[in-house]
């Protein structure tokens, strides 16, 4: 028998300066695919970059405020939550991220077979 225990693994993605604000960037990691974006007070957000409705890039989305529009068919997806706005409905997973000595690091989470 064994126990599963999730793990968050902290990635550098890019430095914080090199962001520009309400545009996304795509991060790649072990086959996962975020959209990282700087809202212009500075706080960041990272969700999965697929749309839920037919996988639009949703780092090429316009944002704004707390959400960014889909590129492909324009549904609004609040960064904070994932959550897709009414009428639509949806989600998408979002990510916690940090900062540290300027680099902007984003954290995924594996999960680990524990033995028992
Ligand atoms: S693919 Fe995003 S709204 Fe259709």
Not at 37 to 45: I, V
Not at 47 to 52: A, D, G, H, K, V
């Amino acid at each position: 028998m064994s126990v599963q225990e999730e793990q968050t693994v902290w990635v550098k993605a890019v430095s914080y300066g090199d962001l520009a604000v309400n545009t996304g960037k795509t991060i790649r990691y072990q086959g996962e695919e975020v959209a990282l974006f700087k809202l212009s007070g500075g706080k960041l957000h990272a969700i999965q970059n697929r749309c839920p409705h037919k996988q639009g890039v949703l780092a090429e989305g316009i944002v704004c405020d707390e959400h960014v529009f889909c590129p492909m068919h324009d549904r609004k997806i609040h960064l904070p939550t994932g959550v897709v706005q009414k009428p639509d409905t949806g989600c998408v997973r979002t990510y916690p991220t940090k900062i540290q000595d300027g680099l902007v690091f984003i954290g995924f989470s594996k999960a680990e077979e524990l033995a028992s």
